[in-house]
């Protein structure tokens, strides 16, 4: 009887193990299944730069800025590796290290793009408050008037949520024309993108008087697992913020020279602020930091 007893406690047992192993494994394949990749790109240039690529689940392309004219062939050979069509394009500020290779792109080659986000003021807001790069500004207004896109623009909403696949995407900044203050910069739009339980924080060139408003009116959103970090590392978002942020890893569009605060005379002879804001990561103890200095980076989010 005892053994009899033992048998069937053994076949529960069994039973149990096989159904919790199915479960582990359904949801890791489901996980799997359900991955992105998402590519930082590299300066090509002596300049800063800015860009990211990412694919979808499904194949599909989304763009996030891109860099300078420079930094095109980059650009577009990671746009014709993954199929050579752009389904998406989101535009963070006006800027030539962040929209140059999208002008090039859109004036002189055939890559077809699907959709375009961008949030941008008109050209006399850029002349009052930007006005120190006016030209830079005044292109990327010109070419969003370009045939072969004007139709395809779409400016953001705040709060609007973007499905792209497997991706959502939350519009959690777009420009701020109240902010005169670094205003170019402080009108960066900044997306939450999430998948799979994590998330992926774009803030563009987004400054302090910015920063501000997104922790008085989207602190409960900002927590993120993965964050690009502001102005290239530099003079963008403040401590306070990143702390909310908490990020497990930084992506830095950042090259050598400014990564090391470097001018030409060697290490820390430059005025930037990067070593403050490297700082601030290691303390909030980051294990992953993806610096642009070193190469273009790849990385599965799953
Ligand atoms: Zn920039």
């Known amino acids: 009887m005892k053994k009899e007893n033992n048998k069937k406690i053994l076949k529960i047992v069994l039973i149990i193990f096989s159904i919790i192993i199915v479960v582990i494994g359904a949801t890791i394949f489901l996980r799997y299944s359900n991955r992105i990749k998402l590519t930082q790109f590299a300066p ?61 792109i859109v004036e002189n080659t055939n890559i077809k793009i699907n959709k375009i986000y961008t949030s941008v003021h008109d050209i006399n807001w850029y002349q009052e408050n ?32 973007i499905k792209i696949d497997n991706i959502l995407i939350e519009i959690l900044g777009i420009k701020n024309p109240e902010i005169k203050e670094n205003a170019g910069n402080n009108s960066s739009m900044v997306m939450k993108f999430n998948v799979n339980n994590k998330s992926i924080l774009f803030l563009g060139d987004t400054g302090k008087e910015s920063c501000e408003k997104l922790i008085k009116t989207q602190k409960d959103k900002l927590k993120s ?14 401590e306070e913020f990143y702390k909310i942020v908490d990020p497990k890893i930084c992506l830095w569009p950042t090259p050598e020279w400014l990564w090391n605060n470097d001018s030409g005379n060697g290490e820390d002879s430059g005025p930037w602020k990067t070593k403050e804001t490297r700082n601030w990561i290691n303390n909030l103890k980051v294990k992953e930091n993806h610096v642009a200095k070193d190469g273009i980076y790849s990385i599965e989010i799953w």
């Open 44 to 104: 090509q240039t002596k300049g800063q730069m800015m860009g990211y690529r990412i694919i979808t689940s499904k194949g599909k392309v989304i763009l996030i800025d891109g860099g300078t004219k420079g930094d095109t062939k980059q650009v577009q050979d990671a746009i014709n590796e993954a199929g050579g069509i752009v389904d998406a394009w989101f535009i963070t500020h006006p800027h030539e290290d962040h929209v140059g290779a999208f002008i090039d």
């Open 225 to 238: 697992t993965i964050v690009q970090m502001a102005h290239h590392g530099q003079s963008g978002a403040t």
């Open 130 to 161: 930007d006005s120190e790069v006016i030209q830079e500004n005044e292109e990327f207004l010109n070419t969003l008037e370009n045939e072969k896109i004007k139709g395809i623009i779409e400016e953001p909403k705040i709060n609007e949520k």
